[in-house]
């Protein structure tokens, strides 16, 4: 479940640049965690690193340790995404560098690699041209990868550059031994392409098709496996671009247009139809509808009066309001939820840890099987030629940088795209929680119904308009602050129009409210107050209360000139999507089990309106976790949703903890997913969201660790050519981040998306 760090310590964050592979990350990780008193993790996806550290410690210090590795870091800055940077990143100098290499590379391998393939256009010096093409490809283009092969030699290390650099320049060297020193420069030569590896005599061999192209493919697939993380990554930027830049604050009744930046709590702001709403706030004049649509993923709009609240980033599409904020800045709910989405994405999953211990002996062992390779074919009588293309072929296929990428690129765009569902993930241990659930643990009150009071039914006697008996009733609840009388206030103004001022009302403390309203004396509440007047109910109204109160409906009494009217029957409503969302449940394998503090008619009448089976009723708040706690002794994995304070401990003990955004602070801080949607349907998205993300995660890893068993073997026996493994290697990676990117089409229950 979730933990709270502790109050010694505090999170840093950094941006690290220069990581080309899983083992840079994994080095620079190593390197933190060797410090006294620091927790780092590294993800090489999104190029951070998330570093607790004791209160007061200067981040210059770890800045620094990463620079030691070889690497940069710096703190990070707000960032805006421009629309260049969304088409592809031309803002971006690293994907701009990238670019250019791999346009160049691109241009200057082709002709090498036709010729090598082609023995037809093989004209008499057509060896030499190649070694004018494919220099450039060699030493300009793949000179990243020879500067950090350089830089992780002088820090006794070795990456996936480290395999590059070598593959590469050990072809190119050794072209230029067979050019210089040998017969391959013999004008004439022809040079047979092939698939697989065949003993030859190695001064007659060149390889600078095999250095050029794979030089080629690996840009290739960084660059499309860059511009595929940017595309992960999207949710979230897209989540903190959502917000208004400038404001109309009302200074001295005069509007003044100000930054964002530079509102403050209890500021007033106008916001127009059509406009975003600034930030979190409380409507002080007007009303309207707003479109939470972006943040919620709720279609509908919200009706707003005086008084409601608001969430900023939201839109205004009705009338204009005047608005007092009472959240800016980080505290601001759009804030906290870019910040629970980073959060996730920048955490790492139990099965990630294992991949990440796995890359960072990786290398190492590639370069000794290399040796291994070249020695085993040397020794059994092979010409140096064939050695060293069986030795170059496991440098290059070996690349464990699909390894690296397997869980953080899911990762990213999972909760991307349940950020733009209104499903907040908090980390990836969530979605290892997801897969073992078995039983779902729903709230009543505020989850499966809408946590409100509403006028169901009016009952009269023969004789007496229902009309008349909801006017008189809203005319005396419309004074009233009670729950049940305002929801039978609305439903009069609602059903029969502007509602009459009452005189001489009166509040009959726990009985209900009396007063006059056109000129009748009326009597609201409990069937008591009406007997205080001596105005009793009919058989009828007593059958049909009687009824009503056994179904778990609320009945007020409604009389008045000494007569009993008719009965108001109110009762907190279902949700109309909660029984849908009930049957997608059991569709997932799971038991839903209602749990609330009413009583057992109430509970069961509400279980089987949606199609809970089991209910447990009657629970005191301080209750619920021992009954979360008590399912779990019985086997069972238990999934919890609430939304109130007194339901923040169970959704702690719960091995996975769901709290309706709609809820209370506490209740958010306790959970591990949090659902921006009041709606229940939002609990199955997030369990089916989660386990999907997790499924990409192990195909993603199982693809990597069966792509490298297999070609190192492949590539060791002499039957790849290096330059299609090089090929091959590019293109585990990009296969892997494209897998991960289809969880963007992932559709919601409800069928509606945020963004």
Known sequence: MTTSTPATETSVELSISGMTCASCANRIERKLNKIDGVAATVNYATEKATVTVPYGYDPALLIAEVQNAGYSAALPTPATVSPTEEAGGAADPEMVSLRHRLTG??????????????????????????????APVIV????????????????????????????????FGWS????????????????????????????????????????????????FEKRSKRQAGAALRALLELGAKEVSVLRDGVETKISVDNLTVDDEFVVRPGEKIATDGVVVTGTSAIDASMLTGESVPVEVAPGDTVIGATVNVGGRLVLRANRVGADTQLAQMAQLVENAQTGKAHVQRLADRISGVFVPIVLVVAVITLGAWLGAGYPVAAAFTAAVAVLVIACPCALGLATPTALLVGTGRGAQLGVLIKGPEVLESTRMVDTVVLDK???????????????????????????????????????????????AADKVGPLPSPEDFANVEGKGVQGIVDGHAVVVGRESLLADWAAH??????????????????VVA?????????????????????????????????????????????????????????????????????????????????????????????LAQADL??????????????????????????????????????????????????????????????????????????????????????????????STSAI
């Open 445 to 491: 009150t505020g989850t499966v119904t809408t946590g409100k009071m509403e006028l169901i039914d009016v009952i009269a006697i023969p004789g007496t308009d229902v009309a008349d008996v909801l006017r008189c009733a809203g005319a005396l609840e419309n004074a009233s602050e009670h729950p049940i009388a305002r929801a039978i206030a609305v439903a």
């Open 657 to 750: 903890g769901l709290a309706m955004g709609a809820g209370t602070d506490v209740a958010i801080e306790a959970s591990d997913i949090t659902l921006v949607r009041g709606d229940l349907r939002s609990a199955v998205d997030a369990i089916r969201l989660s386990r999907k993300t997790l499924s990409t995660i192990k195909t993603n890893l199982f693809w990597a660790f069966a792509y490298n068993v297999a070609a190192i073997p492949v590539a060791a026996l002499g039957m790849l050519n290096p330059m299609l493994a090089g090929a091959a290697m590019a293109f585990s990676s990009v296969f892997v981040v494209g897998n991960s990117l289809r969880l963007r089409g992932f559709a919601s229950t409800s």
């Open 105 to 134: 590379s691109g241009m200057l391998s082709v002709p090498v690699i036709a010729m090598a393939m082609i023995p037809a256009l093989q004209f008499t010096y057509w060896q030499w041209a190649s070694l004018t093409l494919a």
């Open 537 to 554: 109910l009919s058989p009828e109204l007593l059958h049909a209360k009687k009824g009503a109160e056994a179904e778990g409906k609320t």
């Open 176 to 223: 230029l031994y067979a050019l210089f020193l040998g017969t391959a420069g013999t004008p004439g030569l022809k040079h047979p392409f092939e698939l697989t590896l065949a003993p030859s005599h190695g001064a007659a061999n060149i390889y600078l098709e095999v250095a050029a192209g794979v030089t080629t493919f690996i840009l290739a697939g960084r660059y």
């Open 558 to 650: 409604v009389g008045w000139d000494g007569e009993a009217r008719g009965l108001l029957l109110v009762a907190d409503t279902v949700k109309p999507t909660s029984k849908q969302a009930i049957s997608q449940m059991r569709e997932l394998g799971l038991t839903p089990v209602l749990l609330t503090g009413d009583n057992e008619t109430v509970a069961r009448q509400i279980a089987a309106e949606v199609g809970i089976d089991t209910v447990i009723a009657e629970v005191m708040p301080q209750d619920k976790v021992d009954v979360v706690a008590r399912l779990q002794t019985e086997g069972k994995t238990v999934a919890m949703v609430g939304d109130g304070v007194n339901d923040a401990p169970a």
């Open 140 to 171: 300009w283009a793949a000179w990243p990868f020879h500067r950090a092969a350089w830089a992780n030699l002088r820090h006794g290390t070795a990456t996936m550059d480290t395999l590059i650099s070598l593959g590469t320049l050990s072809a």
